[in-house]
């Protein structure tokens, strides 16, 4: 199938795209385009507009403190892959990056459009939430702030409100004791995974924190100030309303455990 | 290795046998390849058709707006077109009628309704949503083994029943029971899949008022029987049509059929006097056209007190899908289960009962190994549950029960005749490579991440090259007879070969090429395949059923060495020899004193005609032959596969540690396209094994639409297959080749499983579908649970 025909503007500021997109309703951001690309072409997806943001130079850049980390939205999943942006984890968003679809859509593909897009079953967004990101969001009334965790409230559906634009996303500092799991699981390379889990261990900070990927939207998030025992944790997932059938609740809780038992050790 | 025929004109390594690399590699790798998608014609349009959403319902009316009316084509206006008729002279068999676009009631999702053209794609899908259709649904035919209850709703009113064909074999199997000491019965399942070959469909129809004739352009791999159901459909003769197979992206049998997108745009670029292309996309291949696979059996196997095979008693059905796809008809699969089911093995009582049922889904087509798939996964399967049933190795079964190499030829069971090999020792060679006591120790020493190891075997025979014998009891649009090739010199002493099979990655160019050099010594780079074009190629009816090395192969044979006798005779008249003193050796005719070039006798016969003998014979260096196999039931190439995997039980994660096939193809002509050929179908065995299922739900809406959702194996799943080779000739074949070019996609599916379910027999779990998914895996281990815990 083919797109249906719709009007193209590549905006060259971010003041640019946000008026362009408060003219348009039924406009659409387009970054790295692997998803949306698609569903254009799917006609899942008829827009009136697209607002190509990929130009705008403030959206590409990353930045470090004390505090931690800024990835520009447009930061290609290839470039965390490739060591190209700042790794407050000392490697392992390369190793999940490595692990996203494939180079050609790494190559393309950005961390903001990821959770912009928010589909369930994507890497970035139960990675992300389990180390405690935050996103940056301009719109018609400014720019805010929010944690990742609770910005996603369903399968495709965020907090993003219309018009708005998600910029940045902000990582924290972790201590030099941190640690990380990140297990998926996918029936073939590459594919969108059927359970993913997360899990950082930073004890100096007193921050235990797994994520598991959900069908529902929004990963579960299951924190705490100590570490975990994995026994406890199909338990916990229960309490915390893990959905599906039997074998997806049973795969969630054993993917979750893996990835514990990699940042946690057994 | 002694080769029969008139000339021996390569000794050079270069000939039948030789490892060449492929010459169509340089244009396909370096993406110079010209595929349907590739060509452009002066003011062409593009197609796209609108499809039925619904899996059965009755056409109540259709609107067209007034604007696009003129660019829309309906079935009412296919004046003079008449619907696609596959039937089969099989007693019983019920015809299905498949117009172009649909007439009346629509029977799947993704029938053709309208064909919309455009000056792009998109414009066209534009087109799609403004035609509107009322729908009358009725209820939708899905479940294959509800389709055969008398309560079932009718994909075809007329026929009363939902059965194509019912066929029934019986070899003497009541008197089985009492000799039996063992029996198992299983319930087995092949899901419905779909053909993914890298290029789609793609046609391309205009009208040649210069010619008179109507062109098509399509991805086929058989355009001369493409003519004829052309011909048949449009009312036109077939010397009106002409059609052109460029290159094509991968066949496996979804370029085999006669196309209803096809006869639409053979009719409408002549009723819009413009050309007309349709590409296929994906989700149209995916969803509406690329079926296959779809097989369930009732199998129950014997063995006697030794453990030796005694019965088989099996009741299969397919689901065909809604219309009997030409040529080769709905019975295609169905028709063989009962030749193919008794295997590689000797036994003396047989039973088999085969139902090939109507569903409102797309049709079911020919892929890679065709029912062979389906028949090796229910026999192998089961015969493991059997050994285990026993308490023996599944091997020490096979062992006693194969087909021994002193009896070959062989005819078994079910009449159907092997003509050469050593199964045993094919058996033997898989156990020796996949290091089958080293596994077992593995096994038992357990895994340290909790995963279970499990050993796997399956043998299968391909029957290749069947010709006129076979097909002609079948009764299907076409019986293949001689198949036939043209020879020709050019004027500077090139070869230009004509056959009107098609090479679509079987590496014709390169392996005909081996042939015409084995008989006429010609350099590789002046030997040139003509291939493709039914305006340049003798009638053939395609590649398909493994048959073009065999009787492609042949034809080229006979024509070289017709070729090569014309030659020598000439040459000797040149040297002033006697034709009994002249040999035809490295692309020289060679004689007492002297010798000439095969180069400089087609520039005398061409260029300097006043030089050639007064006896010439006047044909000259250019001809046509003709080939059939000294039998025509068919080589029989098999194999055993062994397979190790591991098995995740916590989530049901199957993974490929080992693979081995060894094959016995007859004599190689290329051994490096033997192996690609035995890898690229081993790909697509695993595929049907662990990966690929179009599920449909119960209104009969295909469950996947994109390469997201219908899961193909890649790189990272197809392990590196370790490919060894026994080569017995054919006692049949000109140069005792056998066909090879489906077995890889037959045996991974049964292999895979016997491995998987050795993996978990400690567990009490046990599959019988493909794919296994992790799904299945770990509902298997759960129903074990309980009953052991019952």
Redesign the interface.
């Known amino acids: 199938?083919?797109?249906?025909?719709f009007a193209y503007r590549r905006a060259e500021s971010l003041g640019e795209a946000v008026s362009l997109l408060a003219r348009n309703p039924d406009a659409k951001v387009m970054a790295g385009g692997q998803t949306l690309g698609?569903m254009l072409n799917?006609?899942l997806a008829q827009p009136a507009e697209i607002v190509d943001i990929t130009r705008i130079p403030e959206l590409g850049a990353t930045s470090e403190a004390a505090d931690g980390v800024t990835l520009g939205a447009l930061v290609t999943h290839a470039a965390i892959e490739d060591g190209l942006a700042p790794d407050p984890t000392r490697g392992f968003l390369a190793r999940v990056a490595r692990g996203i679809a494939y180079r050609a859509v790494r190559t393309r593909g950005t961390v903001g459009g990821s959770l912009a897009h928010a589909d369930p079953a994507a890497d970035w967004l139960s990675c992300l939430t389990a180390l405690g990101a935050e996103v940056s969001i301009v719109g018609p009334g400014g720019r805010r702030r929010v944690p990742l965790q609770g910005f996603v409230r369903g399968p495709l559906d965020t907090d993003l409100a219309a018009g708005e634009i998600l910029c940045a996303v902000h990582l924290p500092a972790f201590s030099a004791a941190a640690s990380f799991g990140y297990v998926k699981?996918c029936?073939?390379?590459?594919?969108?995974a059927?359970a993913i889990g997360a899990a950082l261990a930073d004890p100096s900070r007193g921050i235990f924190r797994l994520a598991a990927s959900t069908t529902a939207g929004a990963p579960i998030v299951i924190e705490a100030h100590q570490p975990f025992a994995l026994e406890a944790i199909p338990a916990l997932l229960d309490e915390a309303g893990s959905p599906g059938d039997g074998?997806e609740r049973?795969?969630r809780a054993?993917?979750l455990k893996r990835a514990t038992t990699e940042a946690m050790g057994s | 290795m002694a080769h029969g025929g008139a000339a021996q004109g390569a000794a050079d390594g270069q000939g039948i046998g030789a490892p060449m690399p492929r010459k169509e590699d340089d244009r396909y790798m370096r993406g110079r390849g010209q595929y349907v998608g590739d060509i452009k014609l002066p003011g062409m349009l593009e197609v796209a058709f609108l499809r039925s959403p619904l899996a059965h319902a009755r056409i109540r009316s259709i609107r067209i707006p007034d604007a696009i009316r003129a660019r829309v084509l309906v079935n009412a206006d296919l004046e003079g077109v008449k619907p696609i008729r596959a039937d089969t002279s099989l007693p019983g068999f019920k015809s299905s009628v498949q117009p172009a676009l649909a007439v009346g009631k629509v029977r799947f999702v993704g029938e053709l309704i309208a064909l919309c053209a455009a000056p792009?794609?998109?414009e066209a899908?534009?087109m799609l949503s403004e035609i509107e259709i009322d729908f009358e649904p009725l209820p939708a035919v899905v479940d294959m083994l509800a389709a055969r209850r008398p309560e079932s709703p009718l994909v075809h009113e007329p026929w009363g029943d939902n059965l194509f064909l019912t066929t029934f074999v019986d070899a003497d199997f009541e008197a089985a029971k009492a000799k039996a000491a063992y029996s198992v019965t299983k319930e087995l399942v092949t899901s419905r899949q779909a053909m993914c070959p890298l290029e789609g469909r793609g046609v391309i129809a205009e009208w040649s008022s210069r010619k008179g004739q109507l062109v098509v352009t399509t991805s086929t791999q058989q355009p001369h029987i493409v003519r004829s159901g052309l011909a048949e459909c449009l009312g036109l003769s077939e010397e009106q049509i002409r059609v052109i197979s460029p290159d094509v992206g991968g066949g496996f049998g979804y370029k085999g059929i006669l196309l209803p997108e096809e006869v639409a745009l053979g009719f409408a670029t002549r009723r819009l006097g413009r050309p007309l292309r349709w590409l296929e996309?994906r989700?149209e291949g995916l969803t509406a056209n690329a079926n296959c696979r779809e097989h369930h059996y009732l199998l129950t196997a014997y063995a006697d007190a030794d453990g030796r095979l005694l019965a088989l008693d099996c009741e299969a059905t397919v689901d065909s899908g809604a219309y009997s796809a030409y040529p080769f008809s709905a019975c295609l699969e169905a028709g063989q289960i009962g030749s193919i089911l008794p295997g590689l093995y000797d036994f003396p009582h047989y039973r088999c009962k085969v139902h090939s049922v109507a569903t409102n889904k797309p049709p079911i087509l020919p892929y890679r190994g065709v029912a062979r798939t389906g028949v090796c996964f229910a026999l192998e399967v089961t015969l493991d549950a059997l050994a285990r049933r026993i308490g023996i190795e599944p091997n020490e079964l096979r062992f006693k029960s194969l087909v021994q190499p002193h009896q070959m030829p062989f005819d078994n069971i079910a009449k159907r005749h092997f003509d050469s090999g050593d199964y045993p020792k094919a058996l033997r060679m898989a156990i020796e490579a996949v290091g089958h006591d080293a596994v077992r120790a593995r096994q038992r020493r357990g895994e340290p991440d909790g995963r279970r190891i499990g050993i796997g075997y399956a043998m299968y025979a391909e029957q290749a090259g069947h010709g006129t014998s076979v097909y002609a009891a079948w009764g299907i649009p076409f019986v293949p007879g001689f198949e036939q090739a043209q020879a020709r010199f050019t004027p500077d002493g090139g070869l230009e070969l004509r056959i009107g099979a098609h090479s679509h990655g079987q590496g014709m160019e390169t392996t005909l090429s081996q042939v015409a050099h084995e008989i006429l010594g010609v350099p590789h780079d002046r030997i040139r395949l003509v291939h493709g074009d039914t305006g340049e190629t003798p009638y053939s009816t395609g590649t398909w059923g493994s048959r073009s090395m065999i009787m492609s192969g042949g034809a080229v044979g006979a024509a070289c060495d017709a070729l090569a006798e014309r030659v020598m005779s000439i040459g000797a008249a040149l040297l002033q020899a006697r034709r009994p003193d002249v040999r035809l050796e490295k692309g020289f005719v060679v004689g007492p004193s002297s010798r000439i070039s095969v180069g400089d006798i087609a520039r005398t016969w061409y260029r300097r005609p006043q030089d050639l003998p007064p006896d010439v014979d006047p044909g000259g260096l250019e001809l046509t032959a003709g080939y059939k196999a000294r039998r025509d039931t068919g080589t029989f190439s098999y194999a055993a596969h062994a397979a190790v995997v591991a098995v995740d039980p916590?989530?049901g994660?199957v993974e490929i540690l080992d693979y081995v096939v060894v094959e016995d193809g007859g004599v190689l002509v290329n051994p490096l396209i033997v192996d690609g050929q035995v890898y690229g179908g081993c790909a697509q065995g695993i595929g049907t094994a662990l990966?690929e299922e179009m599920a449909f739900d119960a209104n009969g809406q295909p469950q996947g639409?994109?390469l997201?959702d219908y899961?193909?194996?890649?790189?990272?799943?197809v392990p590196d297959v370790r490919i060894l080779h026994l080569e017995t000739p054919s006692p049949y074949t000109r140069w005792g080749q056998k066909g090879v070019g489906e077995g890889g996609a037959i045996a991974p599916p049964a292999a895979i499983t016997n491995a998987v379910n050795d993996a978990l027999k400690d567990l009490g779990a046990e599959l019988a579908i493909s794919p296994i998914?992790?799904?299945r895996v770990?509902?298997a281990l759960d129903q074990a649970g309980k009953g052991k815990a019952a």
Request: aromatic content about 8%; cysteine-free; proline content about 9%.
């Open positions: 199938m083919k797109a249906a025909a698609p799917l006609r699981f029936r073939k390379d590459g594919e969108f059927d074998y049973r795969l054993t993917i | 792009s794609r998109a899908e534009d996309d989700r916590e989530t994660e990966y639409s994109t997201s899961m193909l194996p890649g790189p990272g799943e998914t992790p799904r770990v509902a």
